[in-house]
């Protein structure tokens, strides 16, 4: 008996040969579905992380600057910030420090400015934040140039100077002097703009 069954087993197995391989291939099909599932999950995450990494980037907020004037008889004026004016106007008193930073800078974007005082001449340029100007010596700015340093191409930096006997002069932009040399006319005031191309 035990030798007649196991001749109908060969007999079966025999009849049915493809049945390995059908089940080879069904085995390759359902791999092959799993595989593409996972891919497309994958692709699908990270074009959602694009997306949302793009609307961030879209919806930031575009950098500004912020200046503060130091004011004969007045002193450290509170901060002013985009083409506000620090300083004064009608009063006939003299600008005598100043101090420029940006908000929410590109990269390593800076601002840098240099200031031309009575006596002095043009002094050397500073950075983000340090006074360009005297405190405590009763001297006047007359001029001013200011530039963005490591600014993506787009942005420029504009400014416009209030002078004595003057009023407000034209606006200038990157590096340009605002204000007056050899004419010992004082800076009253300033506005300062950051601006697309």
Do not use: F, K
């Not at 360009?132 to 700015?141: D, E, H, I, P």
């Not at 942005?155 to 010992?184: D, F, M, R």
């Amino acid at each position: 008996m035990e030798g007649e069954s196991s001749m109908i087993m060969r007999r079966s197995h025999d009849h049915h040969p493809g049945w390995r391989r059908s089940l080879l291939r069904l085995s390759i099909v359902l791999v092959s579905v799993v595989m593409c599932y996972v891919i497309s999950s994958v692709s699908m995450v990270d074009l959602q992380q694009q997306a949302q990494a793009a609307t961030q980037i879209s919806a930031a907020p575009p950098p500004g600057i912020c200046y503060q004037a130091h004011v004969q008889n007045i002193g450290w004026q509170g901060a002013v910030c985009n083409g506000q004016q620090a300083g004064t106007t009608g009063q006939s008193l003299r600008m005598e420090a100043l101090r420029i930073w940006l908000i929410r800078p590109s990269g390593r974007m800076r601002v840098c400015y240099q200031a031309h005082v009575q006596n002095i001449g043009w002094q050397r340029w500073v950075c983000n934040g340090q006074q360009a100007g005297t405190t405590g010596q009763s001297l006047r700015m007359e001029a001013i140039r200011i530039v963005l340093v490591n600014a993506p191409a787009r942005w420029n930096v504009c400014y416009q100077a209030h002078v004595q006997n003057i009023g407000w002069q034209g606006q200038v932009c990157n590096g340009q002097q605002a204000g007056t040399t050899g004419q010992s006319l004082r800076m009253e005031a300033i506005q300062i703009y950051l601006r697309r191309r």
